[in-house]
């Protein structure tokens, strides 16, 4: 008997790994947090972070939690974004547009991974504010968020692609 195994493939990727020291009495205790993507390379990504003692116990409970905040994502055939888009959150901006074949991901590490386990080819990037790489990514998340297919577009406005791309549909 064949039994498939119906689990998707996930590439993690750890963006950042933080010590943090807490001074007690006897000292300081040390901690540390672990910030990780991870997606499926198809339109699926998840953001995670985690704390713990030792630095495995952290990045192992933030790719738990990514796993757990994965969402889907639309992108075109090419694998780029269908449109330009913004994202916010606190004091980080993110602005992601689409780039021509071949171009790359032109952005900064933390949005790089990103865009690179969700499967985006080509795309430009620019994170103004805090570059704290936390805020940089969520923002970034929130952007892809936004994103529309046109065929959405079309669904939600009620016309046809003709009509929403400016053709006109009497000939």
Request: aromatic share 4%; hydrophobic share 40%; no cysteine.
């Amino acid at each position: 008997m064949l039994i498939k195994d119906q689990r998707e493939q996930f590439l993690e990727r750890v963006i950042k790994i933080n010590r943090v020291s807490k001074v007690v009495r006897g000292g300081r205790r040390f901690s540390f947090n672990a910030l990780t993507v991870v997606g499926n390379t198809n339109g699926k990504v998840g953001i995670g972070f985690g704390k713990a003692n030792e630095v495995p116990d952290a990045i192992r409970k933030s790719l738990e939690n990514a796993k757990k905040n994965l969402v889907e994502i639309s992108l075109t055939r090419r694998k780029t974004l269908p449109h330009e888009t913004y994202g916010t959150f606190k004091a980080t901006k993110v602005w992601l547009k689409p780039a021509t074949p071949g171009t790359g991901i032109i952005a900064g590490e933390s949005i790089k991974s990103l865009l690179e386990v969700l499967g985006v080819h080509d795309v430009l990037s620019k994170v103004i504010g805090s570059k704290n790489p936390l805020n940089a990514v969520k923002a970034a998340l929130i952007a892809l968020q936004k994103l529309e297919r046109p065929e959405e577009t079309a669904k939600k406005r009620g016309i046809s692609l003709k009509k929403l791309f400016g053709e006109s549909d009497v000939e």
